[in-house]
């Protein structure tokens, strides 16, 4: 950490206090937004917030860069969300009350406009999340230097008393909740009943993930913001990597854990933390008194068989304890890595869940194959008509998923316990698919006109 100061530090230790490690904590932030270039001025910047350290510090980092007091100030509008997983976390309804008050007391300080979620409301949300939004892959008209100087002009016309480089007032709005209230007790026990009808610990944090993005996505463009940012760190990172490694997400690795991930279309997510350490993140926010709200992990029945992100995380962790280097390395790898294998040209070439395209071109050489032939006799075993009606609605899944979430798809319990949207989409998928295959037969059935 000590050599991150751009000042000589007199003594041992980094000296926080002196300004060295906050200026150059600050600078790393400020240079990661202004290398890549994605965030406009006048942008609706959608702040996802857990409460945990990395994106706390986020948040810190974008209070401080749009004050007025800053020499260099960002030009975005921003808005906070955070989603409260307490139901599957195994938080009583006492404690998901604490926990919800505590963070709207947090979210209220800062006087941007926030937006209190519980994961409860993905199962309410429509099938078009599943679908990249219209307009997004293009870039922006102006360059961003045109962009930035027409932003000055503008605010210079419309406000004299600032120097023009006033922000509309973020102090006005509040959030969607007067006080903290939780959801209806039927809808938390649905959503415990997707949960534990999933096999697998590595399935149920798969699963999680994928409501989460999904529930800040559709807030964001409900609500009319263009990005969304998110606090993973270099650790986090990292261990994303190896991990979806791990789980055959190979082919998208630039897009899962790169600064950029525009594979939403209208929608843009970006991770300015992503070149912190946690150490770093952690000093930081002990040092300048940033207030965190600490979640607990997902339950597991079984310790000693956690999910693989646990155990990929143990074991990176634990090299970086006599490696230091170790994180920093498997970072600077995936910096490496490029996005294209995650674009798809068409929807038929892209995966139901995770939106990226479908990595199955030459499934006979894959290790996807078995995964097609155990699939059947599993679930074709039963005799009844529901059960075999269920066998061919499954089955009718497999070849709108990715590889990595065939696998997954395939720990997540019965077709009846998944989210609502997710069935609706694949359904109108599969009816898509079967007209076109029927359509490109029809030629071939006129051949014959006089046959009745």
């Known amino acids: 950490?000590?050599?991150?100061?751009?000042?000589?530090?007199?003594?041992?230790?980094?000296?926080?206090?002196?300004?060295?490690?906050?200026?150059?904590?600050?600078?790393?932030?400020?240079?990661?937004?202004?290398?890549?270039?994605?965030?406009?001025?006048?942008?609706?910047?959608?702040?996802?917030?857990?409460?945990?350290?990395?994106?706390?510090?986020?948040?810190?980092?974008?209070?401080?860069?749009?004050?007025?007091?800053?020499?260099?100030?960002?030009?975005?509008?921003?808005?906070?969300?955070?989603v409260d997983e307490g139901a599957v976390r195994g938080q009583s309804p006492a404690q998901r009350e604490e926990s919800l008050t505590r963070m709207e007391t947090l979210l209220q300080a800062t006087g941007f406009p926030y937006h209190l979620a519980h994961l409860e409301q993905a199962l309410e949300l429509p099938a078009s999340i599943l679908r990249p939004g219209p307009g997004g892959s293009g870039e922006p008209g102006p360059s961003y230097k045109e962009a930035v100087e027409g932003f000055i002009q503008q605010q210079r016309q419309e406000g004299d008393g600032d120097g023009g480089t006033s922000l509309p007032s973020l102090s006005t709005q509040v959030g969607d909740l007067a006080a903290p209230r939780l959801p209806a007790a039927a809808r938390t026990q649905e959503l415990l009943r997707l949960f534990e009808a999933v096999e697998t610990p590595t399935a149920r944090e798969e699963l999680l993930q994928m409501l989460r993005i999904h529930l800040i996505l559709q807030t964001a463009r409900t609500r009319g913001y263009t990005k969304v940012m998110t606090g993973e760190s270099c650790t986090r990172v990292a261990i994303k990597l190896l991990t979806n490694l791990a789980l055959g997400r190979g082919a998208f690795l630039a897009v899962d854990t790169g600064f950029v991930d525009d594979r939403h279309g209208d929608v843009m997510v970006v991770r300015p933390m992503r070149e912190y350490m946690a150490k770093e993140i952690a000093f930081y926010n002990h040092f300048f008194d940033v207030p965190t709200v600490i979640a607990p992990p997902l339950p597991t029945k079984r310790q000693e068989k956690p999910s693989i992100h646990r155990l990929m995380e143990r074991f990176l962790l634990g090299l970086q304890e006599d490696f230091p280097s170790t994180i920093s390395t498997v970072y600077r790898t995936g910096e490496k890595l490029s996005p294209a294998p995650a674009k798809a040209s068409s929807e038929s070439q892209r995966c139901l869940l995770c939106l990226c395209a479908l990595d199955i071109a030459g499934e006979e050489e894959l290790a996807l194959e078995p995964t097609l032939i155990t699939e059947e006799p599993e679930w074709n075993g039963c005799c009844q008509d529901t059960a075999a009606a269920g066998a061919e609605s499954r089955a009718a899944f497999i070849p709108l998923l990715c590889y990595s979430c065939r696998l997954t798809f395939k720990e997540l319990g019965p077709l009846a316990t998944l989210p609502p949207y997710v069935r609706t989409e694949a359904q109108r998928r599969i009816r898509r698919a079967e007209m076109k295959q029927q359509s490109q037969e029809v030629p071939l059935e006129d051949e014959e006109p006089g046959e009745s």
């Open 1 to 82: 950490m000590g050599a991150g100061c751009h000042r000589t530090c007199h003594g041992s230790g980094p000296c926080p206090r002196s300004g060295c490690f906050r200026e150059y904590f600050v600078h790393k932030f400020r240079a990661m937004l202004g290398k890549n270039r994605v965030i406009f001025p006048g942008d609706k910047v959608l702040l996802a917030l857990s409460g945990g350290p990395a994106s706390s510090a986020m948040l810190r980092q974008v209070q401080e860069g749009l004050s007025r007091e800053t020499a260099k100030r960002l030009r975005f509008i921003p808005g906070l969300i955070y």
